[in-house]
């Protein structure tokens, strides 16, 4: 038993590939739902897209103007103008009744279908057709004052969309510009990959609501707060279960409540050295190991499934519990699970390389995420750090627009290095 015990405290450290490999090896694409339009935007689909529709459904006008044969009017010009015979007019989402024959014109509006007869729109600008109103003369005339090439301002049915075309595929994220296709298909629901519902469990005695009133010694809860609002910035639902207490009771009401999710995430109570009792609750629901992972901040991990009464299995992300280290663990763990259940493919966070303009100091072999700062100086990206990088110490995370990475092999990264940087943000003032 003590050998265990003491092969227990001494495990290999996991690197962080190998940490997320396992992790995300339970998680999968969630199902599909049917949702309005605009409560599907960032969502992904689940369906390949196909027109039932041509669009333009017919040729239609690019312009207001006259729709007219091009034959009519070979040779016009201001000097030497084409009269034709008006003979009606079409406003956009009216069908024409006309057919235009040699010699005569419709008047047309923008969008408007061009109609049987013409091949081709000159536009008003071409015409005399404010200098006739102006004079008072009659309507059933028009002057052309230009020569136009067949086709000249036909914008072709099926131009953007053809009948039975795919026009998206299964996979692709709902960005505002697929929405409107969308709409411009006549859809008024889609089906896309539900939102993961994310459980937030916070643990210990020392902590405070935020918004009660503070008491001497007592901690407000941060990490509740900054890991839903990751949630809810990836595209899960977060569901904040609040603060569990050191007592068996709080923390069995409120894990049965966290079952009700597609994961739950927890901070605190999962660092190797602690006797502690979250431990010995998570391990009555079900199987959970705790890691050591080889990154700085957050080397304590937990990982595993809780078995819900109807024997759903639900995994379990237990994030440190210094604010700094629960928000970076959640940045290379929980988000990228969150997204393989949305059905993203994009897993990885985003990375640029930077210049370093202060060092990056790797004291014992892991993997550094140092909270930085990146600017452009003359087309080239900067890190600076946003301070000391105590794992207490969440302002050098909201001062962070990045994290920059000291490889495990390193012992400090140099001033002038080109170093990694995982960006927390794009900021419209560096990019």
């Not at 026009?167 to 994220?173: D, E, Q, S, W």
């Not at 977060?238 to 009700?260: C, F, R």
Request: aromatic share 4%; proline share 6%; hydrophobic share 40%.
């Amino acid at each position: 038993m003590r050998e265990h015990a003491h092969r227990h405290h001494h495990q290999s450290m996991l690197s962080v590939e190998d940490a997320l490999e396992r992790i995300l090896g339970f998680f999968h694409m969630l199902e599909p739902e049917g949702k309005p339009l605009l409560d599907a935007l960032g969502q992904v689909l689940a369906e390949d897209i196909t027109s039932h529709l041509e669009i333009p459904p017919l040729d239609n006008s690019a312009m207001d103007g006259y729709a007219v044969q091009a034959a009519s009017v070979e040779g016009a010009s201001e000097a030497t103008p084409v009269v034709l015979r008006v003979i009606g007019s079409i406003a956009a989402g009216e069908l024409p009744e006309e057919t235009v024959a040699p010699g005569t014109a419709i008047r047309i509006m923008t969008g408007a279908p061009v109609p049987g007869g013409a091949d081709a729109i000159v536009p008003f600008e071409d015409t005399d057709e404010v200098s006739r109103r102006a004079a008072g003369e009659s309507a059933s005339e028009i002057g052309i004052n230009l020569s136009v090439e067949t086709g000249t301002h036909v914008r072709a049915a099926g131009e953007d969309v053809r009948k039975g075309q795919r026009i998206l595929t299964k996979g692709t994220v709902l960005r505002p510009a697929e929405i409107g296709v969308l709409a411009s298909l006549g859809r008024g629901t889609v089906s896309v990959v539900r939102r993961p519902v994310v459980a937030i469990l916070s643990t210990g005695d020392e902590l405070l609501v935020p918004g009660d009133e503070y008491a001497p010694g007592r901690i407000y809860d941060s990490n509740s707060h900054s890991i839903a609002a990751g949630v809810q910035r990836y595209g899960g639902v977060p569901k904040v279960l609040g603060i569990a207490g050191d007592t068996l009771e709080s923390m069995n009401a409120k894990l049965q409540a966290g079952l009700e999710s597609d994961i739950l995430i927890t901070s605190a109570g999962v660092s190797m050295g602690d006797y502690d009792m979250v431990k010995d609750v998570l391990a009555q629901h079900g199987k959970i190991d705790f890691w050591a992972v080889r990154m700085r901040p957050a080397k304590p991990l937990a990982f595993g499934v809780l078995t819900a009464s109807d024997g759903r299995q639900v995994p379990l992300l237990g994030l440190p519990g210094n604010p700094v280290s629960a928000m970076v663990a959640f940045e290379q763990f929980g988000r990228a699970a969150i997204h393989k259940m949305l059905g993203k493919t994009a897993l990885r966070k985003p990375t640029i390389e930077a210049v370093l303009d202060e060092p990056i100091y790797n004291p014992d072999g892991r993997r550094v995420y140092a909270r930085a700062i990146v600017t452009r100086v003359d087309g080239a990206y900067h890190a600076r750090l946003t301070g000391h990088q105590g794992s207490n110490l969440l302002t050098s995370m909201a001062y962070a627009n990045g994290l920059a990475i000291c490889p495990e092999a390193l012992p400090m990264k140099e001033v002038g290095e080109t170093v990694e940087v995982q960006m927390l943000d794009w900021p419209e003032d560096v990019f």
